[in-house]
């Protein structure tokens, strides 16, 4: 049973930075694992993702140059983080995974779509706002 659990959210001043952490558990095969968030009334959209079959990574736009994500195989724990935020930053940040196919698609082809994401955590809220 796959189990995904945020921690992290908050409020955040605006140019600070966000470091949030995913718990994971119970996956048997290499997955796709990444943070998307949700504004109220407007749609989810892709943060970062990384593989956990050989560490690649993907990042939106607005995440290239301020978000950085990583791994700690030994602790089951993905991480977040993103520098100079903005009010705009302000949502519900959500960790989400998919099943990689054994040779098929990469972090690439999934992560900038979230409803390929098929297991999700309930969310943790970042607020950025002075």
């Known amino acids: 049973q796959v189990q995904l659990v945020e921690s992290g959210g908050g409020l955040v001043q605006p140019g600070g930075s966000l470091e949030l952490s995913c718990a994971a558990s119970?996956?048997?095969?290499?997955?796709?694992i990444g943070w998307f968030r949700q504004v109220p009334g407007k749609e989810r959209e892709t943060v970062s993702c990384?593989?956990?079959?050989?560490?690649?990574?993907y990042y939106s736009e607005f995440a290239k140059n301020r978000g950085t994500i990583s791994r700690d195989n030994a602790k089951n724990t993905m991480y977040l983080r993103m520098d100079s935020l903005k009010p705009e930053d302000t949502a519900v940040y959500y960790c989400a995974a998919k099943y990689l196919a054994v040779s098929g698609t990469g972090v690439d082809d999934l992560c900038p779509y979230p409803f390929a994401m098929d297991y999700w955590g309930k969310g943790t809220l970042v607020t950025v706002s002075s």
């Open positions: 990384i593989s956990s079959r050989d560490g690649s990574t």
């Open positions: 119970g996956f048997t095969l290499d997955y796709v």
